[in-house]
């Protein structure tokens, strides 16, 4: 009897089993496509080449253009405009110092929407980089100050303004806690970041002193015909969501040589900015000739932002 | 055996007398002027506020027609988008909403004073009296508490056009700064260093010109303070928990809400 059944040979595959066997295997791989399906949605958001780019840092030249096209290509169809976006590096014994002075400024905020025009920041949800805040004489204590004031006209009495952002510092700690390395200073004191290396984990906005850095919790969305469309990688070149910015003292102007937005707009001439390392430049002046003070020396951040009064 | 207390008393009560003298005759002294309260100080106006960073004279203003790429009109306009002069059927500027405020810098006094030795009015305080004809083209507001309104104290008396330093140098109006420079050395110290002022351009001068704005081009000599400025707006108030609402913020806490709660925090 035993030898009256089929004799079963290794390589055959009973109905029963293949029918098994193939249903699971058609479930399981139709469960993974579902699973999979929201990544769809991310093509749209992100390119595969964007997805796979590398580090700035590890970017070779060749590799660095095609990163630029790539963003120009991105930023023409979303916005329409053909922008002109580099790459540029920091110029040999330049180190970028601000000095601003607080008997001068009157707190009108044209710094802070010129700064906004420039570096293409996100109009809604409202991303700035500079924050003024008003406070009251003879005090800096922070807690006293209001960042929200919106008088009939400015200045008021008994008030000074003092508008903060990044402070570019000498020992920040913004890049120490970076998880993956995408934040960093160059060597002419521009604390950048990679836009496309950053997680957006926060961990550097919560670590600055200074309140300077900005999250992007939504999408930003900027107005097509207010594109700034001279742009700089690590400055001003569109952002996504998800990531961190802040002021980069417009690399894309200060590297060629040109002042930052906020200073060329200020209608008091309270904002100077230059070359620490020339003896000879304003900010050299001003340092070593006005009473000088940075905000928060305590915490030893080492700023290359200082304030300074006349008299 | 006690020390003479005499005598120290003597000299202790000497020297009391003698600072308390020198203390009250300091007080009365009749070499200390007294405060002039002049009631026409508190009548002051305060300038209207302005939008306005920029003072350009008419002439250079009609003369760039539309393209005003000579004037500093970039800080805020966009420079591919360069802001259009109106000019109505007289010639004369339209200005827009924004620039209701602006006051054009007058250079051009020769225009009509021909040259003869003017004389100014004095009202009965001592002020100088403002000529009918300048009421509404010149400021007059130089000096703290608006008392350096002598024309004669910066222009020549004789030839307006021509301005005049108190020691008798004769300067052009391109030459202002150093007129000023008479009276605000330090500032004008600063200014030279680049401390004090505006400069635009560039701060790489191997790359591109740095231009140092000189004293009139944002100051109205006639009238140097600074205007009050209406303040662009403030980063959107953010609705958290324990901080005032977003709507609140929104009618205008500003000015009013006092020592509020440490609003200075991040977005």
Known sequence: MIANRPPESRDSISRRSFLRGSTAAAAGVAAMAAGLAPLRKLGEAISVDEFLQQHYKELKPEDMDKVLRRIEGEVERQYGVRPHVRDYKPMNGVEYVYALNLTRCVGCRKCVHACVAENNQ????????????????????????????????????????????????????????????????????????????????????????????????????????????????????????????????????????????????????SRKFGNILDPNSEVAHILREKRVFVLKEEVGTLPRFFYYFDV | MSPPPDKSNFVMTGLIVLFLALGVSFVFSPDRAPVRQDPELSKLVTPAPTTATLRITATQLKASGGDASILDCYACHDEKKPPTVKLGADGSIVFPKEHADLRLMMANCSACHVDKKLEVEYAKNGDVVMPKAHADLLAMGHGRNNRNTNCFNCHSQSKLDELVTRDGTKLTFAQAPLLCASCHGPTYRDWELGMHGRTNGYWDTSKGKAVRQDCNACHDPHGPAIPQIIPLAGPKPVLTHGLRSAATAAEGGGPKAEGGPPKAASQ
């Not at chain 1, 806690?177 to 957006?200: F, L, M, Q, S």
């Not at chain 1, 969305?221 to 417009?250: A, W």
């Open chain 1, 122 to 269: 996100s109009r809604d949800p409202a991303i700035q980089y500079i924050q003024v805040i008003k406070m009251p004489n003879g005090t800096f204590d922070m807690e006293k100050g209001d960042a929200h004031y919106a008088p009939e006209s400015v200045p008021e009495k008994g008030f000074f303004y003092m508008p903060v952002q990044c402070h570019q510092c000498k020992n920040p700690p913004c890049t120490k806690v970076c998880p993956v390395k995408a934040t960093w200073t160059e060597p002419d004191g521009i604390t950048v970041i990679d836009y496309n290396w950053c997680i957006g984990c926060r961990y550097c906005e919560a670590a600055c002193p200074y309140f300077a850095r900005r999250f992007n919790f939504s999408e930003p969305t900027i107005p097509k015909d207010q594109i700034n469309p001279e742009m700089s990688y690590l400055g001003n070149q569109p952002r996504h969501k998800g990531v961190m910015e802040k002021c980069h003292f417009c690399i894309q102007r200060t590297r060629v040589g040109r002042y930052p937005a906020c200073l060329e707009v200020c209608p008091t001439g």
